[in-house]
């Protein structure tokens, strides 16, 4: 699976994007995903998750009520609609996915195997 991320930007506090994850290959229904996000000098941290087929979705508490993760299966996609934003979400937002993720799991990188290469969101104040 090859991951491809997108939609990210310049926006003023407050403000929204949609992001995008356009995945490759087959089956991708069966696939869990997850978007992550780094600033410059700290660690990457999870923002929230989508589980395969049935699709629970998953968010830190950081971005709860803020953000919208979903998919479109038929499109090989999952969004992540970001609302409010503030400054302090500023950060390469990546995107990543996993055919073989339990849900305790999802907040992990490292239990996922595949990885877009990131989208730059800046919020400025």
């Known amino acids: 699976v090859q991951l491809q991320a997108s939609g990210g930007g310049l926006v003023q506090a407050g403000g929204s994007l949609r992001l995008s994850c356009a995945a490759s290959?087959?089956?991708?229904?069966?696939?869990?995903v997850g978007w992550f996000r780094q600033a410059l000098g700290k660690e990457r941290q999870f923002v929230a998750a989508i589980k395969s087929n049935g699709g629970r979705t998953y968010y830190a508490d950081s971005v709860k009520g803020r953000y919208t993760i979903s998919r479109d299966n038929a499109k090989n996609t999952v969004y992540l609609q970001v609302n409010s934003l503030k400054p302090e979400d500023t950060a390469v937002y990546y995107c990543?996915?996993?055919?073989?993720?339990?849900?305790?799991?999802?907040?992990?990188?490292?239990?996922?195997?595949?990885w877009g290469q990131g989208t730059l969101v800046t919020v400025s104040s």
């Open positions: 290959g087959r089956d991708f229904r069966s696939y869990s």
């Open positions: 990543a996915a996993s055919s073989r993720i339990i849900t305790s799991s999802l907040g992990m990188a490292d239990q996922y195997y595949y």
